[in-house]
């Protein structure tokens, strides 16, 4: 029941990122996360991101209603788990890059 309540797209997108981490080092990983922070405030417009909505539902709105897009998992495609993967940075330009 849980599982209902949060956003689809981010769910597909937390499965991939466990997926992904399996094989990277820790440096890696942290870089991988940092791009996807990045993306959680920056891939769609302010209004449409999944996190900006559900900060709205909770805690400014407090409606407890959510309006995710997509809203359900079936219409999550791998086009949209995958930019979340995408670096905004070069490797040197990555503002973890010195982490080995």
Excluded: Y
Aim: positive net charge; glycine residues 2%.
């Amino acid at each position: 029941a849980l599982l209902h309540k949060r956003s689809p797209l981010m769910m597909a997108v937390t499965l991939e990122q466990i997926r992904r981490a399996r094989s990277l080092s820790l440096a890696e990983d942290l870089r991988m996360e940092r791009d996807m922070v990045h993306h959680c405030f920056h891939l769609r417009p302010g209004a449409a991101s999944e996190t900006v909505e559900g900060i709205r539902a909770l805690a400014v709105d407090k409606d407890h209603a959510p309006r995710w897009n997509p809203v359900h998992i079936a219409d999550v495609t791998p086009t949209m788990v995958e930019a979340f993967f995408a670096s905004p940075w070069s490797a040197a330009a990555h503002p973890l890059a010195t982490l080995r």
